[in-house]
């Protein structure tokens, strides 16, 4: 067994390496450019939703008040008209990057926590490094990429886009594992 603080130079090692890791992909790589679609008469369709003022949120389109009315003629007459939608409702404004970075190194810096965690009570110091690899790597893994399968599952986002989700993930996991490969404590 390893504890997490003989493990705190590959945790904020490879949350570093993976945020620009990110960066690269999401800046020189082609692949995220077609993750969303222009919609159809956008102006039309931001002119006609703008008098509701519709709050920052998750909406959904219908929206069934509850299992008795998803079974009402009215909600699937409602459902086969369409549009059917999940749909989040952003601030107005520019999106502020420095928000939504600084919350994405957090989030590295917690999916390199549960790597040392996880690692870190099966492996004692001096393992070799394929076994470390191998470890942190898949929980690595699991941290960047599983739960965005939910979103196709449940609410239909392309599968194309949690392919390439799934494989920036596999990038981290990569990242992430041979930092902990790397300065695993001997």
């Not at 949120?57 to 369409?82: F, N, Q, T, W």
């Not at 001096?126 to 599952?153: C, H, K």
Request: proline share 8%; net charge positive; glycine share 6%.
């Amino acid at each position: 067994m390893t504890g997490l603080t003989a493990l705190w130079l590959p945790i904020l090692v490879s949350a570093i390496l993976v945020f620009f890791a990110s960066s690269l992909v999401h800046m020189l790589l082609p692949w995220h450019k077609t993750d969303y679609g222009k919609m159809p008469n956008e102006d039309a369709v931001r002119d006609a939703l703008r008098p509701f003022a519709i709050p920052p949120g998750d909406y959904m389109l219908p929206r069934p008040s509850g299992p008795d009315d998803m079974k009402s003629a009215a909600i699937k007459e409602k459902v086969k008209a369409g549009p059917v939608m999940v749909v989040t409702v952003m601030p107005n404004g520019m999106m502020s990057m420095a928000r939504n970075l600084g919350l994405w190194f957090v989030y590295c810096l917690a999916v390199s926590v549960c790597a040392a965690y996880i690692a870190g009570r099966a492996l004692p110091a001096g393992v070799p490094y394929s076994r470390v690899f191998r470890l942190a790597g898949a929980t690595a893994f699991i941290g960047y990429s599983m739960a965005l399968w939910q979103m196709t599952i449940w609410y239909r986002r392309s599968v194309t886009m949690s392919l390439k989700a799934t494989f920036d993930g596999l990038i981290f996991a990569a990242v992430t594992c041979a930092v902990f490969g790397w300065l695993w404590p001997h």
